[in-house]
């Protein structure tokens, strides 16, 4: 299937949003695809300090991601990056990902950026910029790796 990738948006989803839309990339990656229990993937978590970002394509969202802001530390973690299996590989990961790393840069130029990588995207990362640290560790039950951007402002859309 060919698609035209350039026609989509990317919303920060208010706090208020029933989110449907995200819960059901959640289930279909995170519960259905990799197995994760139900129970720590809708796990309530306070939602201060945190933006959630969707991209949408042809009206569904497709990816999503979010930034946790960790003040106290100057720090921003990048976490629950996640696209539907059958959008995948259009480039809709890196979209939202270029513009969660944007937002920070722009509110919080002085912040580091990180995140926590599932092994299997370690490669993505990696191609963008991202740096290791640490050791593997296990997360939800999947061996996760430590990265760090090392880029500088992108040109995300």
Avoid: C
């Avoid at 720590?40 to 009206?59: M, Y």
């Avoid at 973690?77 to 480039?91: H, N, P, S, W």
């Amino acid at each position: 299937m060919k698609i035209k990738t350039n026609s989509f948006t990317i919303t920060q989803m208010p706090m208020n949003d029933n989110q449907n839309e995200l819960k059901n990339i959640y289930q279909k990656v995170y519960v259905d695809e990799q197995k994760i229990e139900k129970s720590l993937v809708f796990a309530h978590s306070s939602t201060e300090n945190i933006k959630t970002f969707l991209l949408h394509f042809n009206n569904q969202a497709v990816s999503t991601g979010r930034v946790r802001y960790i003040h106290d530390s100057n720090l921003a973690k990048i976490e629950r990056m996640a696209t539907i299996a059958e959008f995948r590989g259009y480039g809709f990961a890196k979209q939202i990902l270029l513009h969660l790393i944007n937002q920070i840069q722009s509110e919080y130029p002085i912040y580091q950026i990180m995140l926590h990588s599932q092994k299997s995207a370690n490669s993505f990362y990696e191609k963008l910029g991202w740096t290791k640290e640490g050791d593997e560790f296990m997360e939800a039950n999947i061996l996760h790796q430590k990265y760090f951007f090392s880029g500088t402002r992108t040109g995300a859309k």
